[in-house]
């Protein structure tokens, strides 16, 4: 079984660009979750998508949005890009059959910002 | 609101050595409690979980048990190997996935482990 798959895994760009980033789930899982690593803050979650709605968020700007196909692949996108921006975005899937979470996640996106 | 606090790092020990990471949480209720490892340009893997108080998880010779009554789930393993060198990271999701809990895991700092040969 193919695992949480993220693209692309690296990439650089400047102040005030925008970037997009992608994530494929696990196949059969519905939920997508998307967190922010950075040495300083650590892991922090940004926002869980469930059948293409957005059900939680985190504490970032509006900057930060995403979204969530049909097929459950979701994406990610950051505007007017920040040097605080420059992070490693990690994504995961869990099957969200509620009780226990178990989120399996992607290898990240490294986004440097110049 | 939930909290996971770990010990501070980094941890370096020598092949063989006995290896405890301290973890302690704030949740109401009863949380599940999980040990993620990420190791160097890597994303997260989950090492271990226990969803309930006294549960023992285990994998790869890792364990750590759920204590209630100290809301702690220390990290052990009794002979650690230069392969084990990882950040190790703390975490925890609410009994009941439900509004601001979905898909959210609340994460310890991390701390970091090298082993030595």
């Known amino acids: 079984k193919a695992g949480v798959t993220q693209t692309p895994r690296y990439l650089i760009k400047t102040r005030g660009q925008q970037v997009t980033l992608s994530c494929s789930p696990i196949s059969g899982h519905r939920s997508v979750s998307w967190y922010q690593q950075t040495p300083g803050q650590g892991l922090q979650f940004l926002f869980e998508?469930?059948?293409?709605?957005?059900?939680n968020k985190g504490n970032f700007p509006g900057r930060f949005s995403g979204r969530q196909f049909s097929n459950s692949r979701s994406e990610m996108n950051v505007s007017t890009l920040e040097l605080g921006d420059s992070a490693l975005y990690l994504c995961a899937s869990s099957l969200s059959s509620g009780g226990t979470w178990e989120l399996f996640f992607g290898e990240g996106s490294r986004l440097t910002v110049l | 609101g939930n909290s996971v606090t770990q010990m501070e790092g980094p941890v370096t020990l020598s092949e063989e050595a006995f290896l405890t990471i301290n973890c302690t949480y704030t949740a109401t209720g009863y949380p599940s409690l999980f040990w993620y490892v990420q190791y160097p340009g890597e994303g997260l893997q989950l090492l271990l979980k226990?969803?309930?108080?006294?549960d023992k998880g285990s994998n790869k010779g890792f364990e750590a048990t759920y204590r209630k009554e100290t809301t702690s789930f220390h990290l052990e393993k009794g002979s650690v190997q230069v392969s084990d060198s990882a950040v190790y990271f703390c975490?925890?999701?609410?009994?009941?996935?439900?509004?601001?809990?979905?898909?959210?895991?609340?994460f310890g700092q991390g701390t970091i482990l090298t082993v030595h040969p």
């Open positions: 975490a925890l999701t609410p009994y009941a996935a439900g509004g601001t809990s979905y898909g959210k895991l609340t």
């Open positions: 226990a969803t309930k108080a006294d």
């Open positions: 998508y469930f059948s293409e709605t957005q059900r």
